[in-house]
């Protein structure tokens, strides 16, 4: 018990750190999908059928052109970018990152501007892909994870955070 505790607690390892962050960035990401596909599944419709969220389940859905997927896409996108980057702040401030570099109103201002700079780029990616591509929202929602995962590991650990 006494080890587990501080493998969680350690933030000068840079092994064990990566591990933690991937661990922290995986919760978020379960609530930024979670968030993101119930938002536009339930409130405002961007599936088209093909994603494996509505295979699995066997969902009902309303179809709608690709022009409001896109824009439904892009909302849902930053409802659950608001959420799911409050997650990970507080995940990372308490797990993985030595906060104290700035004010922790600084800190977390810069947090949310370098994710909000990353996921603008992730998003409009993902958007792209359906608009000119038709691509289901699931693989326009991969292609703006892995755009915002590796931009905001770097700028975390070395803009905001002390390592």
């Known amino acids: 018990m006494q080890n587990l505790k501080k493998i969680l607690l350690d933030k000068n390892h840079a092994g064990i750190q990566f591990i933690k962050y991937g661990l922290c960035g995986c919760t978020a990401l379960t609530v930024d999908m979670m968030v993101a596909f119930l938002v536009a599944w339930l409130w405002l419709p961007a599936l088209n059928g093909d994603e494996l969220f509505?295979?699995?389940?066997?969902?009902?859905?309303?179809?709608?052109?690709?022009?409001?997927?896109?824009?439904?896409?892009?909302?849902?996108?930053?409802?659950?970018?608001?959420?799911?980057?409050l997650v990970a702040y507080l995940l990372n401030v308490l797990f993985v990152f030595k906060a104290g570099k700035h004010s922790r109103r600084k800190e977390l201002g810069m947090f949310y501007l370098v994710s909000g700079i990353s996921v603008g780029i992730g998003v409009a990616l993902g958007a792209a892909l359906i608009s000119w591509l038709g691509m289901p929202y699931d693989y326009s929602y991969i292609a703006k994870v892995i755009s915002t995962t590796l931009i905001n590991y770097v700028a975390r650990k070395y803009l905001i955070f002390n390592g």
């Open 54 to 85: 509505v295979k699995w389940f066997g969902l009902q859905f309303e179809v709608v052109s690709e022009g409001i997927r896109t824009t439904h896409f892009i909302i849902g996108s930053i409802i659950a970018f608001l959420i799911s980057n």
